[in-house]
């Protein structure tokens, strides 16, 4: 017979067999809601499922409730608190006795009638034992359950058996620790046990629920309040813990668990649950909430570091872990996201002496046991006194705990938990450290395409923007991008700082209408359009008046925001035009800050012909201009207007002689639900002024003569007059060359400043001029260029309006 029974077990799987003897342990302990969530856990850890719920037919028999469910929230699957038992849901199919497997394409066919979850899972559903309902399973493995799992699910429908509180429901005695409200009048059962919990005699107890309430700290009334009102519920597992006022020294915390019931044909619906004390915090692994707890911080982290910190939080307190790593796989070589806690001094010489930043690099190769882990993809458990290698020793001398992360048919990196003092590993914590490293795995392997997602969006996003911010004439300019917390989309907030001739200064700030690549992308047509249109020598006005047409001919769905100032860095004079964007903020030297009232257009992108008027600004030496996006004014709590006053009030505070940490303070306090966009400048003020001159250009035989004597007159009232000859022959070439080939006005512009003389002839043609590379001896002319770049420091061209500015310095002894 025992070879028989040894070539029985030889036929099964390790994993059908440890689930056997796992699920035996469970089932001889007292009945209670705890050891059904403990078998359902078993589908978890020896199948890989998600989520496992059983379901059980109602008092009128005509729907299937959730009676009891752990792993990830129900929400995240989409399954439902109840299903019609007439129904074809795969829950009532397997009530009638038919198990049901069904793949994501499965489900997928089903969506319309949301009976079933929708996304990629596979679903199993298993009549359970007796025939009084069925078992339901969700697992996001890409290969769905395979042969061992469906064995192993098999073995967990035959262990399913229902808890004795349920019976409260049809008025009998709740079991020990368990209790059954009536909802309609209030009245409570509940076990001695439970009362004594409160410090009530059974006969002090008057059977109404509020005698109970009034003995907790009312700080916890209302989250018990939510949970003993009916309308306050839905079917399904209720959870949470409250504190009981003690005659001496600090309340006592319990832990409430509790189901609404519905009521039927005469019957009110009921609360029924149970009560536990637990004021020592205990080791209790066996807790499904943590694993529910735990999946829910999960599914909310967006990066690996999040992830670390979610598994840190649900795992080292209630382990009484003395540390936990949390590291990616990446080419052999563990790279470590979260160390708890996060000294270096707190770890073995080996991770130290990897040590690289701010995170340390543990390689695989030098820790066979990692190694071997990872490569079986099993949880290994090392007590005190083991025979590891120093690596893993040193971090858990007491206990060791090396939990893969598995993600589909790889490793995505490893979970390792430490203690000091020697720890004693419990079937119950082994089992929900396996879960856990399930749901973590699956969490790591989604936050890191969300982090490789988000390295793409910043590396474009800042492409898109300035690198660098030019050094500025008399003033001096900082800027900040922030992008939003909410996701990892792509904003469409920008800014630009652009140097324009005669120490003009545009300052540039937008938004493109919402948070995804398009936003981005149309972000940087319009900046790059925007300066084009700048340099070109456009009035602010018409810059924004290009910029708009060309949106509209773009035939987009998006519009754009956006504010323009140029400022004449010599006069301390700007003009401001706004397209539908928030006004300047000035802070005047003496701390008063001023919303500009500068008069405002359409979005550009709307309106095809739009009037974009110009609002004169006057800046004194010392007024900083702040521009900004409605990312940091706005809020959920706040409209513009209040945000608005609430950026000058902080401009007004601020210590204008450092706009970096200025900066970085207004950015601190951004509510950060959208990208932020920043820009500040302070006017000082040129110290020394340039010389400036004019001449237009007549078309007459001697314009030439007239452009040299110009030129030498107004050199002489600057008191130039020696090294002037090369000047005199750069204009003649110049001027020449505009009259003979191009057409309508020419102009010849002289700027003197810093020992620098600056010629410049502007015409009408848009045309550059060539430099020839090589000429003929009998040629008659194309040496004009060449002359000019003998004879000149520099010289180059510039579009202007329409045409183009040539242009030549000469530095002056």
């Known amino acids: 017979m025992a070879n028989v029974a040894s070539e029985g077990a030889a036929g099964r799987s390790t994993r059908t067999l440890r689930a056997e003897g796992a699920l035996a342990a469970v089932t001889v302990e007292p009945d209670s809601p705890e050891r059904m969530r403990r078998v359902l856990e078993q589908a978890l850890v020896f199948a890989g499922a998600a989520f496992a719920a059983v379901y059980t037919p109602g008092a009128d028999g005509e729907q299937l409730r959730l009676t009891e469910s752990a792993g990830m929230p129900k929400t995240l699957c989409g399954v439902r608190d109840s299903y019609p038992a007439a129904g074809r849901s795969p829950v009532a199919e397997a009530h009638r006795g038919r198990p049901v497997w069904l793949t994501p394409e499965d489900l997928a066919a089903q969506a319309q009638s949301r009976r079933v979850p929708s996304r990629d899972f596979h679903l199993a559903a298993l009549p359970v034992r007796g025939g009084g309902g069925c078992l339901l399973v969700v697992g996001e493995r890409p290969g769905g359950f395979d042969a061992d799992d469906r064995v192993c699910l098999g073995l967990v429908a035959d262990a399913v058996d229902f808890p004795a509180p349920f019976a409260a429901a049809e008025g009998g005695e709740p079991p020990p620790g368990g209790f059954s409200l009536a909802m309609d009048t209030g009245r409570l059962m509940v076990d001695p046990a439970v009362l004594e919990l409160f410090g009530l005699e059974p006969g002090d107890f008057d059977g109404r629920v509020e005698t109970l309430l009034g003995l907790t700290v009312p700080e916890d009334l209302p989250s018990l309040m939510s949970v003993v009102e009916a309308d306050h519920m839905t079917i399904g597992e209720r959870e949470l813990e409250f504190r009981v006022l003690q005659p001496a020294g600090p309340p006592k915390w319990l832990r409430l668990r509790g189901r609404l019931l519905p009521g039927g044909e005469g019957r009110s619906a009921r609360l029924v649950g149970s009560v536990a004390d637990v004021s020592t915090l205990r080791s209790d692994i066996t807790d499904v909430a943590r694993v529910q707890r735990l999946a829910a911080a999960l599914a909310t982290a967006v990066t690996v570091r999040d992830v670390g910190k979610a598994v840190v939080a649900a795992l080292r307190r209630p382990l009484r872990a003395d540390r936990i790593a949390l590291a990616e796989l990446e080419n052999e070589r563990l790279v470590v996201t979260v160390l708890d806690p996060p000294e270096p001094e707190a770890w073995p010489e080996l991770w130290r002496a990897e040590w690289r930043t701010e995170w340390p690099e543990a390689p695989v190769r030098t820790m066979p046991t990692l190694a071997a882990a990872l490569r079986e993809g099993r949880a290994s458990i090392w007590p005190a ?310 001449w237009t250009v007549w078309r007459v035989p001697q314009a030439v003569g007239h452009a040299r004597r110009f030129t030498r007159r107004t050199l002489r009232s600057w008191g130039v007059t020696e090294d002037i000859d090369a000047a005199l022959l750069a204009v003649s070439e110049l001027v020449t060359n505009a009259l003979v080939h191009t057409g309508g006005q020419v102009r010849l512009d002289l700027t003197l400043v810093g020992g620098r003389l600056r010629l410049a002839v502007a015409d009408s043609s848009p045309r550059s001029p060539m430099k020839p590379t090589s000429i003929a001896w009998e040629a008659t002319g194309g040496r004009g260029i060449l002359l000019v770049e003998a004879v000149s420091a520099t010289w180059g061209t510039l579009p202007v309006s329409g045409g183009k500015q040539v242009w030549a310095e000469f530095v002056l002894r």
């Open 385 to 694: 006194n083991s025979m590891l290698e120093t690596a893993l020793a040193e971090v858990g001398p007491g206990g060791l705990a090396v939990l893969p992360l598995p993600a589909g048919n790889r490793m995505a990196g490893a979970c390792l938990i430490g203690w000091d003092a020697p720890h004693d590993f419990g079937a119950d914590e082994r089992a929900l450290l396996t879960a856990a490293a399930g749901l973590a795995g699956q969490a790591l392997t989604r936050a890191r395409a969300l982090d490789a997602e988000h390295e793409l969006v910043g590396m474009l996003q800042r492409q898109l923007l300035p690198r660098r911010l030019p050094r500025l004439p008399g003033a001096v300019a900082v800027a900040r991008y922030l992008p939003s917390t909410v996701g990892l989309e792509l904003g469409g907030d920008w800014y630009d700082v652009i140097p324009l001739p005669d120490n003009h200064v545009a300052l540039v700030i937008g938004d493109v209408q919402g948070h995804n690549a398009g936003a981005a992308t149309l972000m940087g047509q319009m900046r790059t359009a925007l300066r084009a249109y700048a340099v070109e020598g456009h009035p602010p006005d018409v810059v924004v008046s290009h910029a708009n047409r060309l949106l509209m001919d773009m035939e987009t769905d998006l519009f754009a925001t956006c504010c323009y100032v140029d400022v004449d860095m010599e006069e301390g004079l700007a003009w401001c035009v706004r397209a539908g964007h928030l006004p300047p903020v000035l802070r005047y030297p003496d701390g008063r800050t001023e919303i500009a009232e500068a008069e405002g257009g359409p979005p550009l992108g709307v309106v095809r012909q739009s009037d974009f008027p110009m609002s004169p600004l006057r800046l004194g030496p010392g007024t900083l201009v702040a521009l900004t996006t409605d990312g940091l004014v706005e809020s959920h709590e706040a409209d513009i207007d209040e945000g608005m006053d609430r950026f000058a009030r902080q401009l007004s505070a601020a210590d204008p002689a450092h706009l970096g940490p200025v900066a970085d303070a207004l950015l601190g306090e951004a509510p950060r639900s959208d990208d932020v966009a920043l820009l500040l400048m302070r006017y000082d003020g040129m110290t020394s002024l340039p010389l400036r001159e004019s």
